[in-house]
Antibody, heavy 120, light 106 residues
Framework: EVQLVQSGAEVKKPGESLKISCKGS????????IGWVRQMPGKGLEWMGI????????RYSPSFQGQVTISADKSISTAYLQWSSLKASDTAMYYC?????????????WGQGTLVTVSS | DIQMTQSPSTLSASVGDRVTITCRAS??????LAWYQQKPGKAPKLLIY???SLESGVPSRFSGSGSGTEFTLTISSLQPDDFATYYC????????FGGGTKVEIK
């Protein structure tokens, strides 16, 4: 069974760094892209970027380029999303997802989401 | 960037109604479009891919159509479990989601 299991909820202060994770199982982790999707409170879905763990090819949505870093450690089948300096506007639910191709879709498997709260 | 515009943003309907949601792309995306359903506190669920292909296990009352820049998701007879928010997603080049359509009980 394909599963994407994300790390738990985080509460951080503005300016702090953060790295959240998404562990894939039940499939060949290095053979599928992993993407990240943001959903701010009460808002819609936003595509952030994608990584191919097999060769670490990473592509960012222009809106998120330079704002976050996507990485993966294929030895432990885990993808990451990280911030170097959080802002209050980073407060959101973040989903990892497994799309079928390099352009982010369609997405047949999703993680359960990681809620990130940034507040002073 | 390709922008995706969904309409309406909110839709009030009754059980048994036929419901249609529209998604427009700012440029042609061929048929590289998916539809998702999301319920509160849950991850989205894939309903339709490649504009009109029904994902395995999804009820046949859901259907998708369109190509190029205009697409529709139709629910032929709305059921109680269908009250949710629906999103389109283009995956022609770098993904983008539509703003969502909330289907509410009338």
């Amino acid at each position: 069974e394909v599963q994407l299991v994300q790390s738990g909820a985080e509460v951080k202060k503005p300016g702090e760094s953060l790295k959240i994770s998404c562990k894939g199982s039940g499939y060949s982790f290095t053979s599928y892209w992993i993407g990240w999707v943001r959903q701010m409170p009460g808002k819609g879905l936003e595509w952030m970027g994608i990584i191919y763990p097999g060769d670490s090819d990473t592509r960012y949505s222009p809106s998120f380029q330079g704002q976050v870093t996507i990485s993966a450690d294929k030895s432990i089948s885990t993808a990451y999303l990280q911030w170097s300096s959080l802002k209050a506007s980073d407060t959101a639910m973040y989903y990892c997802a497994r799309p079928e191709g390099p352009f982010g879709g369609p997405i047949d498997y999703w993680g359960q989401g990681t809620l990130v709260t940034v507040s002073s | 960037d390709i922008q995706m515009t969904q309409s309406p943003s909110t839709l009030s309907a009754s059980v048994g109604d036929r419901v249609t949601i529209t998604c427009r792309a700012s440029q042609s995306i061929s048929s590289w479009l998916a539809w998702y359903q999301q319920k509160p506190g849950k991850a989205p669920k894939l309903l339709i891919y490649k504009a009109s292909s029904l994902e395995s296990g999804v009820p046949s009352r859901f259907s998708g159509s369109g190509s190029g820049t205009e697409f529709t998701l139709t629910i032929s007879s709305l059921q109680p479990d269908d009250f949710a928010t629906y999103y389109c997603q283009q995956y022609n080049s770098y993904s983008a989601f539509g703003g969502g359509t909330k289907v509410e009980i009338k």
